[in-house]
């Protein structure tokens, strides 16, 4: 197993667009989260899927930002009508979750650094 | 809610000294886990080290340890004979664990730079 996947590593996109991201868990991990980190600063949780059920979304994320898993493998993460505020790292992290408040180690990818011009 | 806070935003050490970084938090859970997670540059974030609030000892992992003083609602990291390798930003963390979210909540993170 290769570790977590995230592409593409660097997108820049102009105000306005749509912009996608791929992330690839760990194949075995039921969960998979979601952060945003801005420069200088630590990551912010924005949602998290066990399986293919997205169970929770930060206020942080806005109507604009709309985050899939289709059958609780790879995520995608889209962001409509981008805006510079959108400028960051955007991290996806895996874990396994076995049920009982029993927590595994959260496995990050690379992240894929957004720049809104 | 939860919150993390790292005071020190830089900090450096010579190669094979020790060196403690600060953490603090702010909770009304009894029952959560705390987290070291380390980030090189331009690389992934990988933990370091864990610890369980019900869980007296501290946790230690070769060079790394900490010094939990639940009360205090603190938790710091110690490197012991840093290394070259170790310089980063380094992140404190907390998970709630009532809620079976495993959310992670971070601090704003500390750079540390050792120095040969």
């Known amino acids: 197993d290769t570790g977590v996947s995230q592409n593409p590593r660097h997108k820049i996109t102009k105000r306005g667009q749509n912009v996608t991201f791929r992330c690839d868990p760990i194949?075995?991990?039921?969960?998979l989260y979601w952060y945003r980190q801005t420069l200088g600063q630590g990551p912010e949780f924005l949602t998290y899927?066990?399986?293919?059920?997205?169970?929770?979304k930060s206020r942080l994320l806005s109507d604009r930002f709309s985050a899939e898993r289709p059958k609780g493998s790879f995520s995608t993460l889209e962001i409509q009508r981008t805006e510079q505020g959108d400028s960051a790292m955007y991290l996806c992290?895996?874990?396994?979750?076995?049920?009982?408040?029993?927590?595994?180690?959260?496995?990050f990818g690379p992240g894929t650094r957004l720049t809104v011009t | 809610a939860q919150t993390v806070t790292q005071s020190q935003p830089e900090m450096s050490v010579q190669e094979a000294e020790t060196v403690t970084l600060s953490c603090t938090y702010d909770?009304?859970?009894?029952?959560?886990?705390l987290f070291w997670y380390k980030q090189p540059p331009s690389r992934q974030m990988i933990l370091v080290i864990r610890?369980?609030?019900?869980?007296?000892q501290n946790a230690t992992e070769n060079r790394f340890s900490v010094n939990f003083q639940k009360a205090a609602k603190s938790f710091s990291l110690k490197i012991s004979d840093s290394q070259l390798g170790d310089t980063a930003m380094y992140f404190c963390?907390?998970?709630?664990?009532?809620?079976?979210?495993?959310?992670?909540?971070f601090g704003q993170g500390t750079t540390l730079q050792v120095k040969p």
């Open positions: 992290a895996s874990s396994l979750y076995l049920g009982q408040g029993i927590f595994y180690e959260q496995y």
């Open positions: 194949s075995e991990h039921n969960r």
């Open positions: 899927f066990q399986n293919e059920a997205q169970l929770e």
């Open positions: 909770t009304s859970e009894s029952n959560y886990y």
């Open positions: 610890q369980e609030a019900y869980k007296q």
């Open positions: 963390a907390f998970m709630k664990r009532r809620s079976n979210t495993g959310k992670l909540i």
